[in-house]
């Protein structure tokens, strides 16, 4: 079975400049990324050691899920962030992704000024996340804590905006609403329509 990897970005580390510095992005992408990945295969090893085992203790496999989730959503989360951002980008949607934001939020504005709040307020560590749900078959914004949780199950991420201080503390201090607003100038649309449009297909 294959092991997770650290992706390579398509950009320079200095590409998203003004908005997210060089040196953030080298320390968010080569330190803090790949240790989700390296949480995660360490995490699937440890959970084949217990199957190993006569009778599987079910604290630690408990533990082990647990930090399975954290690490691997972490992973993926931040695998969608790199391609949803891209230099030069920035402006507001186009084709059907644009006719569901408008059918759904009522028009562009009024959906980014939801999904800026959403990333904004997330208490502690976490995600704003503009997302496909199956179900209703509709775009939702949710709140993610840490890497998981409080996101509808079946529902898949399309846009997702970082906002553990990581990812901006060394460049906006404790000023998260200023690098959010800077978020919106290095979205990749082109991306998460792809993402979009991939996920109506199921």
């Known amino acids: 079975m294959a092991a997770y990897t650290l992706p390579d970005l398509a950009y320079d580390y200095g590409a998203l400049e003004p908005a997210i510095t060089g040196e953030i992005l080298e320390l968010h992408h080569s330190k803090h990324h790949a240790t989700y990945v390296k949480g ?6 440890a959970i084949a050691e217990l199957r190993e085992k006569e009778i599987i203790p079910p604290a630690a496999l408990v533990g082990l899920e647990k930090t399975l989730a954290f690490n691997l959503s972490g992973h993926i989360l931040h695998e969608i962030f790199w391609t949803n951002l891209t230099p030069g980008g920035g402006g507001e ?12 939020f009522g028009s562009f504005a009024a959906f980014a000024k939801q999904l800026q709040t959403a990333t904004v307020s997330v208490q502690g560590s976490g995600w704003g996340v503009l997302g496909w749900e199956p ?12 890497h998981h949780g409080n996101v509808g199950i079946g529902s898949t991420p399309l ?32 991306n998460v329509a792809e993402r979009f449009s991939a996920a109506r297909k199921g």
Do not use: C, M, S
């Open 40 to 45: 995660a295969n360490d995490t699937i090893d």
């Open 93 to 104: 949607p186009d084709g059907e992704l644009a006719a569901a934001i408008d059918d759904e």
């Open 135 to 146: 179900v209703g078959q509709r775009l939702v914004v949710q709140q993610v804590y840490d």
């Open 159 to 190: 846009l997702v905006f970082d906002a553990w201080e990581h990812a901006y503390y060394l460049q906006y201090k404790n000023v998260r609403p200023d690098y959010v607003t800077k978020l919106w100038d290095i979205v990749n649309w082109a």
